[in-house]
């Protein structure tokens, strides 16, 4: 068993090392080479590494014409902002074929491109600037964004007030229903109209045909199973899941005897945060290092009196997590919402299965002092009952009296009771013992 769990654990260690072995292709001898890159899905961090990755490989092997495949519905400022600017930068021809949308984040790539070619069906705009919360970002990061969005247009040659339009509601086109309140978005022949798009192709064959490379070879970008799985782990609701089982798994496992499934979930679920953001060029090995820093830290905790050690640690770790985020507000929500699930979990645990899992049993007591399992908090002196004797002091109310030649303490009805007065037992409650005094006839 042990030799599994050990097989098991080096296989989470080792796993993105052999994911990062992609094969690379390599060109053949040809006159003309097309370079094409599928740029689908939502825009984030990981796309960025993928283009960069792809356009570099492009300029390697000496593509002729680079085309942009987008079908997108935009997505991160920041990223679409790194992948404009790396499209910028690159010195083969750029051509953007917007094969159905290229919306918000989309519309600003598709600017970057020194020509623009649209499917039949195809749309580009509507790119006004949210935050990460959903509401209407601050006057700065739109002033930012108006201002790439212009750039953008103004690099390539077209007129800027239809890239504002896409991202501002204040510009009135409304011959282009957009009027004041709304955001541009272009159709496929609106764009041949305002300049925006050289013409409208129905497919990738007919795009490569109206370029003159239909006798090209052709080369496409494909994401590696690597970088499918940073892009999926970098996704803003992948995240806090991830570092839910994480820490859930930790936690359990820290009260399990040895290293079991717990551990095993809880580091993959850690592993796979760091290693998703390492790939999408969002991480280092230094937010690794501190991170493992940390967790050792943490556990010296356990060993070494003081507590010092520990926050130390559990700083270490917290700080290593902001590291490799995109953002401190995504990281700091993904805490949050993974703090809130592992105490959630952990109660319905308790609660549910806390006596038959034995990581509970450890850190929970069960048992208690219940009079069914034959403890007695006092006892009841019902022997006394209807029992007389003397009131050893006064009685006001409480006080102490001779019952059978016991000492006692009792208490009275409320009425004083002087000493040495003849007194009755008319009540007992555990060890609270009621007197009278018994009146002489």
Known sequence: MKKIRLFLYLSIILLPLILTLTPNKSYGTADQVVYIIPLEDTVEKGLSAFIDRSLTDAEEKGADIIILEINTPGGAVDAA???????????????????????????????????????????????????????????????????????????????????????????????LGAEKGKYLTLTASQAIEVNYAEGIV?????????????????????????????????????????????????????????????GIMGISALLLFFYGHLVAGLAGMESIILFVVGIVLILLEFV?????????????????????????????????????????????????????????????????????????????????????GIAFTTLRPSGTAIINGERLDVVTEGNYIAKDSKIEVVKTEGSRIVVRVVSED
């Open 304 to 388: 070494l009196p003081g507590g010092i050690i520990g926050l130390i640690g559990l700083g270490a770790v917290l700080t290593s997590f902001f590291m490799a985020g995109s953002s401190v507000w995504l990281i700091g929500t993904s805490l949050l919402i993974a703090l809130v699930a592992t105490i959630v979990v952990s109660i319905i645990l308790i609660k549910v299965f806390g006596k038959k899992l034995h990581a509970f049993k450890k850190i929970i007591l069960f048992d208690s002092t219940n009079t069914e399992s034959g403890y007695v908090s006092n006892k009841n002196r019902e022997d006394l009952l209807g029992k007389q």
């Open 81 to 175: 902002t790194k992948i404009g600017k790396r499209i910028q930068d690159t010195t083969i021809p750029t051509v953007a074929f917007i094969n159905n949308d290229a919306i918000s984040a989309g519309a600003f790539i598709a600017l970057n491109a020194e020509k623009i070619y649209m499917s039949e069906d195809g749309r580009m705009g509507a790119a006004g600037i949210i935050d990460q919360a959903g509401n209407t970002a601050d006057e700065k990061a739109v002033s930012y964004w108006l201002s790439a969005m212009k750039g953008a247009a103004e690099n390539n040659g077209r007129d800027p007030i239809y890239a504002l339009a896409m991202a501002d509601k204040e510009i009135d086109l409304p011959e």
């Open 202 to 262: 129905k497919n990738r064959a007919d795009l490569l045909k109206t370029l003159g490379y239909e006798k090209a070879v052709i080369e496409e970008a494909e994401v590696s199973f690597a970088e499918k799985i940073a892009r999926f782990i970098t996704n803003p609701i992948v995240v806090p899941i991830l570092l839910s089982i994480g820490s859930l798994g930790l936690v359990v496992e820290l009260y399990s005897p040895g290293f079991g499934i717990p």
